[in-house]
């Protein structure tokens, strides 16, 4: 099995991670069987028709390029992953939006699967999905507050007390969106492994 990872951002510690699990890496799209979306600079907000947060730093460029190597994705029918502004991005691309600022994500903290299993991950998002739909897989507490901007660039600041998007799964598109960082050292053991029983699953199609 052969993964395409996007973008050189830790590429190294996500490659050391698959390849632990026994997925090698590729360059070639035409001979990847998952392609893997990675962290880094936050969705350009015009995507999601919303204009910059003041917390928000884009890089356009870089997404024109994801865009195009998740339609081309779509077309091959090939299943994607996403982690932390990589599942960022995969929720603009599945038409979702993004919270451009949220409290209480930089750091370790617990979260909870579908399958009711408690986990540590690690985190470093300052930014939370929104989808307007897809199967959420991981939730985790909330921060004190959220803020967005409109399309004015009039932005609106909310307490909102429900838990946290951490894990969804688009299933028209096959790609899984997962906000804490199973490739990082300090990851706990638990998080990587309930990622890659995700990875697994989704290339069977069986999430």
């Not at 890496?25 to 204009?51: E, H, N, R, W």
């Amino acid at each position: 099995m052969l993964v395409l990872i996007e973008g050189s951002y830790g590429g190294c510690e996500y490659a050391i991670m698959f390849k632990a699990f026994g997925i090698d890496t590729t360059d070639d799209i035409t001979k990847a069987d998952l392609v893997c979306f990675t962290g880094g600079s936050d969705v350009t907000p015009s995507m999601y028709k919303q204009a910059k947060h003041p917390t928000t730093y884009n890089n356009v460029e870089r997404d024109k390029h994801c865009m195009d190597l998740f339609n081309q994705c779509v077309e091959r029918d090939i299943p994607m992953v996403g982690i932390c502004r990589g599942s960022q991005f995969l929720c603009v691309a599945n038409y979702g939006t993004l919270w451009q600022d949220i409290d209480g994500h930089l750091g370790d903290h617990w979260t909870l699967t579908i399958g009711g299993d408690i986990i540590r991950v690690t985190s470093t998002h300052h930014q939370e999905m929104n989808p307007v739909h897809g199967k959420i897989l991981m939730t985790a507490q909330s921060g004190s507050t959220r803020s967005y901007m409109n399309a004015d660039g009039v932005q609106a600041t909310v307490g909102k007390t429900t838990p946290t998007v951490e894990a969804v799964y688009w299933e028209h598109t096959r790609s899984l969106g997962v906000q804490g960082h199973p490739e990082f050292r300090s990851a706990g053991g638990e998080f990587r492994k309930w990622f890659m029983e995700q990875v697994s699953a989704l290339m069977e199609g069986d999430i």
